[in-house]
């Protein structure tokens, strides 16, 4: 069974930084995809980052340039380095991960697996 954990987040002023942090266990191989995702009230959940099963990423527009994903597949880690934070980039963050362990990250990727949410929030 497939669990992911984050750990991370809290509460900064604009221009600061946070770390986010997502632990996968229940896979045999690294070779599925993993994402965070945001959401705020009443809007639709975001993709913010996401890491394929072969290295590549890719960036929603609004974060390119100040967020860096990042991913140990020895350890099953993913990490999301948020810098220069604005108060838009509040909400809560999850990681997601993919059920196929053979993942490409094609447009429209289905994320299968959901952790528990870490809040970010940032002041102006």
């Known amino acids: 069974q497939v669990r992911l954990v984050e750990s991370g987040g809290g509460s900064v002023q604009a221009g600061g930084s946070l770390r986010l942090s997502c632990v996968a266990s229940?896979?045999?191989?690294?070779?599925?995809?993993m994402a965070w995702f945001r959401q705020t009230p009443g809007q639709k959940r975001e993709e913010v980052a996401a890491?394929?099963?072969?290295?590549?990423?890719r960036y929603v527009d609004s974060v390119k340039g100040r967020f860096t994903i990042s991913r140990v597949n020895a350890n099953h880690t993913l990490s999301l380095q948020m810098n220069n934070l604005r108060p838009e980039d509040s909400g809560m963050y999850y990681c997601?991960?993919?059920?196929?362990?053979?993942?490409?990250?094609?447009?429209?990727?289905?994320?299968?697996?959901w952790g528990q949410g870490t809040q970010v929030a940032v002041s102006s």
């Open positions: 997601a991960a993919t059920h196929g362990t053979w993942c490409l990250l094609r447009p429209g990727e289905v994320f299968d697996y």
């Open positions: 229940g896979y045999s191989n690294a070779n599925y995809c």
């Open positions: 890491f394929s099963g072969f290295g590549t990423t």
